[in-house]
């Protein structure tokens, strides 16, 4: 595999590596992919277990994570975990499972960054009002960028509030967004006023303590958290899940194999948690914890491969 080009099949599947995916992602392709494996999964067709943690040592995990569907694609995505964070040397493998082919190979971790964006989306399309279009976006990263995208993809966006830590950074975010997807984004001085009536509430931040405040939001908010969400590291506190009507997830099964690690664990909350695409819409706040449910990786994946099929130079 290592001879093989980037972007191209010598022999065997298709590798893709990071170069690859930033050009061939497409995110309304991407989002509706995910849209296809949240239906399956209130049908009940779709695996998507929890992930596997094997320890090496006390800090040191390869995680494996394995979903997909027995008349479609299946697959695994693999990573090393160092003291809870991800190496960027991913590996996402596609199968054809009626044929059992390998349709192809994903390197790197673009791909996890367009694919939590992609969940991002499909949140938003099934948890907000059709009509909303203020977001506040805490965060000025990778993901706040992929999930703001996503929000504009999805919901007519008028405007978009950004704080984060680097002011510098929050300009440039701003700017680089603003001109991407043609949207006024404007830095807030603080998160506080950043989340100033926003209907749509994008927390992706690598803080370990939290960010916002459940009295900074409106009474309808939806709030998508990307960042920590565990009992000793956490963007955001018990007081929103208390302050929300419902509390949603893309994983209820992830959630439970999180055990005492997440959050809500040991609290009322705990057993409030839905699948975000069964959960009845409420009136209030909605909070999502997206965990990454497993296959999300793969499906999205296929449809990289399948672009990069379309796209491949005739010979």
Not at 3 to 16: H, M, T
Not at 133 to 153: D, F, K, Y
Request: charged content about 20%; overall charge positive; proline content about 5%.
């Amino acid at each position: 595999m290592s001879e093989a080009k980037s972007g191209a099949a010598i022999s065997g599947p298709r590798v893709l590596r990071d170069e690859d995916v930033l050009r061939l992602a497409d995110m309304p392709a991407a989002i509706a992919a995910v849209e296809q494996l949240f239906a399956r999964l209130a049908r009940q067709a779709f695996v998507a277990p929890p992930r596997q943690f094997v320890p090496f040592d006390r800090s040191t995990d390869l995680v494996f994570s394995t979903g997909g569907m027995s008349d479609g694609v299946a697959g695994t995505r693999a990573y090393v975990a160092r003291n809870g964070k991800h190496h960027d040397d991913q590996l996402v493998v596609v199968w054809d499972m009626p044929t059992g082919r390998m349709k192809g190979v994903v390197l790197g971790s673009a791909l996890g960054v367009l694919r939590m964006g992609a969940i991002g989306g499909a949140a938003i399309r099934a948890r907000t009002r059709p009509d909303a279009g203020e977001v506040a976006v805490i965060g000025a990263g990778r993901q706040a960028a992929a999930h703001l995208e996503a929000a504009a993809r999805v919901r007519p966006l008028r405007r978009a509030t950004v704080f984060a830590r680097s002011a510098e950074r929050t300009a440039a975010f701003c700017a680089e967004m603003g001109r991407k997807l043609q949207l006024a984004v404007s830095p807030a001085t603080s998160a506080e006023a950043a989340l100033d009536g926003a209907e749509i509430v994008i927390v992706a931040t690598s803080s370990l303590r939290p960010v916002i405040a459940a009295g900074w939001l409106r009474p309808d908010a939806y709030v998508h958290s990307v960042g920590y969400k565990s009992t000793v590291a956490r963007e955001m506190d018990l007081d929103v899940a208390e302050a929300a009507a419902t509390i949603v997830t893309d994983s209820p099964a992830q959630v439970t194999a999180f055990g005492s690690k997440f959050i809500l664990h040991g609290t009322s909350h705990g057993e409030r948690v839905e699948p975000l695409w069964s959960a009845p819409m409420r009136p209030g706040i909605t909070l999502c914890y997206p965990m990454g449910v497993t296959g999300s990786d793969v499906v999205v994946a296929d449809e990289l491969l399948r672009r990069a099929e379309l796209l491949r130079p005739a010979k």
